[in-house]
């Protein structure tokens, strides 16, 4: 699948809203490639307040329907009262930087 053009799947990921910081929404999905060729999706998922965290999937590339693992934990939460990213936070772009 590496190197193909990207097509949409439809509906990959849907929070299930068991977990605080990750109630609904899985949005603004951002690909990166690990090392062992899965897929690693980052997304912006909500929380009961609406502010958004960003967590990531695993898929595997010849099955990308069926999510391999799902963060437990967000990578990225929202920050204190009063800061610029205090209501929510997204996922722009992944870089691997020094390996």
């Known amino acids: 699948m590496r190197g193909e053009r990207w097509r949409s799947l439809g509906l990959v990921y849907r929070p299930p809203g068991n977990r605080p910081w990750s109630r609904t929404h899985a949005q603004l999905p951002t690909p ?3 090392d062992d060729g899965r897929l690693r999706i980052f997304f912006a998922t909500r929380d009961a307040q609406r502010r958004s965290h960003i967590a990531w999937l695993d898929l595997d590339p010849n099955h990308p ?4 693992a799902v ?5 990225l939460s929202p ?3 009063g800061g610029f990213e205090c209501d929510g936070v997204y996922p722009a772009c992944a870089l691997r930087l020094e390996g």
């Open 32 to 34: 990166f490639w690990l």
């Open 65 to 68: 329907t069926r999510p391999l």
């Open 71 to 75: 963060a437990e934990r967000p990578v």
């Open 79 to 81: 920050g204190p009262a």
